[in-house]
């Protein structure tokens, strides 16, 4: 979502700042704009529809902007269209503010500011907060109070800076439900929504907490918690050079994190079990055996990694298991029972439905356990236990790595639970170790698969509907097949349990209309080969996604069989992730849509 680079004590500033933009471009955006202090302490801006590269552009026809302090923001609309004027940074008086969040009582504020005289020129909720602290620069000595006034008048959920010209070299930020840092370095401070964007000299990063101000200055950061008093907060490394990611040899970040997952994946596994042991070893102690029921909360495709593990938890543990979509999950009273824990997947540990609903589990009294990719994330600092996936930085709009190592801890997790609630004894939890730790290489074999992928990829660049349908943990993969297909292809897809075809959505099938099916030589075979027959009955093109000894039986019945390598129940979606990945990816080439900040989506989405 959006952005928010705020930076004081560097010459030059604004490269900082649109450098720094262009690291969160992954984050999804539909504008930018930048606002440096001059050496007069006079404020300029500069704003442009569209990307990081339009503003450049600008900034070049002007001849820069010189300053040693300023605040700059990548915009995902939310209160009016993506255009020029409803950029920020917003300008009123002195103050120039960037917003992320939304400011749920702007319309009241902005009716109290306009009958006291002030003009709005945009249609965001944004611009109130940057006329309530011009104002309350003139009602109070000290800037810091100012802008504390100003936080103390907002509802919603916000991370904020500001600069101004009675404040010269300072920064300000605020963070209320909303991903905010400050970082500091030699002479140097910083302000930003997420690490990725700071530059190298940033060696120290300071995590501020809901409800905190801070003012940052060169070199010092001046932070206060939601009661105005003075807090020490949470203090780690920056990320300096060796955090920064860049393609390699990739055409696309997307490309580039599907191939590193045979890596990332092993990573992740490694974490979870003693490989030579053949035992697990969590990173974290959970006790399954003290939980009745397992609650899955989580959103998009961190939700399809939940629906597969449910299938493993209840059949490796015996222990119920239930998944649900954060946004609806928090919203409907859910009923809780003693021995119930929750457990929140998130790759960014920054989504605002599963953090609430994290923060309502744990208000009822539940074990809360985050599973994320970010080590500081709030969701990370919230949860009870907090268990990692090591996937490294995710550009790519569209998750792939995060998700199959989710999929490995998730494995590890539903082995460990069998283990603990005498489910699976040595020899059984031996075996599903060497299943589950297969899966990198098998996945790394995958990879190949992609020379068969190109050519269907041209044609289903063609299409106007693809369907996806699998059966049992394959049904989630399904719906994340459609999903990534969707997501950057722009084409109309959908997931089904193969064995739902027929209570509906068959209805859909006419010559031609392609159906991905997830056929592994399992226990369903049969079954699935059924739904095969009746698709390829109504003129449907099936693509099948099958092992060998499936891909033998399917001979006669697919148009086309992507051979996935032979894998266990536990790797297999992690392999067959690897085809869907591919289909995807592909198609979206073939189509030239923006692979990697596909249009209306953000990476993490930290407003509901
Ligand atoms: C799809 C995708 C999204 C995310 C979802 C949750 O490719 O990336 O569906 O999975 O927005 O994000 P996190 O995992 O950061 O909570």
Known sequence: MCGIVGVTGRADAQSVLVEGLRRLEYRGYDSAGVCVAGPDGALATERAAGKVAALSDKLGARGGLAGLSGIAHTRWATHGAAEERNAHPHRAGRVALVHNGIIENHGALKAELMAEGRVFVSDTDSE?????????????????DAWRAVIDRLKGAFALAAVSETAPGLVFGARKAAPLLAALGPGTGYIASDAMALPEDAATLIYLEDGDTVVVGAGSADVRDAQGRPAQRKQAAGPGVFGRVDKGPFRHFMEKEIHEQPEVVGRTIAAYVHLADGAVNLPAKVDFAAMNRLLIVACGTAAYAGMVARYWFESLAGLPTEVDIASEFRYRDPAFSPGDAALFISQSGETADPLEALRLCKAAGLVTIALTNTAHS???????????????????????????????ALAALAIAAGAQRGRMDAQAVKGAIADLSAAPRLMGEALSLRQGVDALALDLARSDIVLFLGRNSLFPLALEGALKLKEISYIHAEGYPAGELKHGPIALIEEGVAVIVLAPMDALFDKTRSSIEQVRARGARVIAVADAAAAVALEDQSALTLVTPDAGRLATPLVMAVA?????????????????????????????
Request: hydrophobic share 45%; net charge negative.
């Open 378 to 408: 709030t969701m990370a600092r919230e949860a009870d236990i907090v268990l990692p996936t090591l996937a490294g930085p995710e550009i790519g709009v569209a998750s792939t790595k995060a998700f199959t190592c989710q999929l490995s």
């Open 580 to 608: 869907v990945q591919l289909i995807a990816y592909l198609t979206a080439v073939h189509k030239g849509t923006d692979v990697d900040q596909p249009r209306n989506l953000a990476k993490s989405v930290t407003v509901e």
């Open 128 to 144: 109130v907060v940057a006329h309530l602290f011009d104002a309350a620069l003139d009602q109070h000595a000290d800037p810091h």
